[in-house]
């Protein structure tokens, strides 16, 4: 009898065996990314606010605090859940001097540069869909310059500059199974007060709000 127990114990053992050294392969849904490299092109609208940009409103120019931006992103997919990017931008912002009898805008360029730590709420619900919210933060900062005259009588702006600044923002992204996406980002940066070439004057920072629509697409995995 306990001869027949040993033989029928063997045989399960080797059968286990046998049954674990088989590969079992898990599907991988597209929509995992992790250590994956991607990049990103948006633009949208946004809003700037900084000294006296209430002064818009008041002379009925309240859409000129209005402008454009464009960006482009690279980044890297630590796993599922997190990655890093790198961020360039560039706008042409408005701002406005001390109110002296009158409204006195004047405009420049901006340069922006940001690191940003991204979050994917997908990969935290275990979830591999196409609908991907993510929020980030970053930090960063700014090259502003060739600002135009406002002809203020005893204020101008003082350029250019170099600035640093941080940003947050959440993305509501849509991927495709081959890679591609598109997304929308709302986020705001900060920056100090020189950013618009301006010593403090009621604000201490420069504050704008963007909106973007954009394009991702992730490479392939490296296997």
Request: glycine share 12%.
């Amino acid at each position: 009898m306990n001869r027949k127990i040993l033989i029928l114990f063997a045989t399960l053992l080797l059968t286990a065996a046998g049954a674990s050294a088989q590969s079992r392969r898990a599907p991988i849904s597209p929509y995992q990314y992790g250590h994956r490299w991607y990049f990103s092109l948006q633009a949208g609208p946004m809003v700037s606010f900084g000294e006296n940009s209430e002064s818009f409103g008041a002379a009925g120019h309240g859409w000129d605090v209005f402008t454009a931006h464009a960006a482009l992103a690279i980044g890297y997919n630590f796993n599922d859940a997190w990655d890093m990017r790198v961020s360039g931008s560039y706008s042409y912002n408005p701002g406005a001097c001390i109110a002296y009898d009158g409204h006195y805008p004047f405009h420049f360029h901006a340069a922006h540069l940001f690191a940003d730590a991204v979050l994917s709420y997908n990969a935290l619900a275990e979830l591999n869909v196409p609908f991907n919210p993510k929020t980030y933060v970053g930090l960063g900062g700014a090259y502003t310059f060739g600002f135009t005259d406002p002809e203020h009588p005893f204020q101008m702006p003082q350029g250019p500059n170099i600035v640093p600044g941080f940003r947050v923002g959440g993305i509501a992204e849509r991927d495709y199974p081959g890679g591609f996406g598109w997304f929308i980002d709302l986020g705001a940066e900060v920056f100090t007060d020189w950013y618009n070439g301006l010593e403090p004057v009621s604000f201490p920072l420069d504050v704008e709000i963007k909106v973007s629509f954009g394009i991702i697409y992730h490479f392939p995995l490296n296997k």
